[in-house]
């Protein structure tokens, strides 16, 4: 008799051989860590800025990544003054392996006040939102 644990095994490397078959990829790449900051070092990690905080760094650690992860980051005035609700401002992309990937948004002139937020995506896949606003 084939214990429950052995069909379990089975059934897992079934659907394993299907995946990589049908040209899908199997990555246990993940983010450990993703930190907004007024500096690249990420430190100290901030959730509130000032207008006058003329760039926004976006520190992100990356885990069991091959060379070839694709993080992107898209940066959204979600609800801010004078602009439309949910407004793309950037995206970045880069391709990188374990390690820290850094980003930012820049502005020449003082931030609008609002809640903004920057969407973090692992292989074309949402992995977490990060908000912020600046006040």
């Known amino acids: 008799m084939i214990k429950k644990q052995s069909i379990i095994i089975?059934?897992?490397a079934a659907l394993t051989l299907v995946t990589?078959?049908?040209?899908g990829t199997i990555s246990t790449a993940n983010i450990k860590s993703a930190r907004l900051s007024v500096n690249e070092s990420?430190?100290?990690?901030?959730?509130t800025f000032n207008q006058d905080d003329l760039t926004i760094y976006l520190t992100i650690t990356l885990a069991n990544a091959p060379d070839d992860t694709v993080v992107k980051t898209s940066w959204i005035a979600a609800d801010v003054e004078g602009v439309d609700l949910n407004t793309l401002i950037d995206e970045t992309e880069l391709t990188?392996?374990?390690g820290e990937l850094y980003f930012n948004i820049a502005n020449n002139q003082l931030w609008p006040l609002g809640q903004y937020k920057v969407e973090i995506y692992l292989n074309d896949k949402l992995d977490r939102t990060l908000e912020y606003q600046v006040q």
């Open 42 to 47: 990420g430190s100290p990690e901030m959730t």
């Open 20 to 23: 990589l078959a049908c040209g």
């Open 10 to 12: 089975m059934l897992i």
């Open 96 to 98: 990188s392996g374990d």
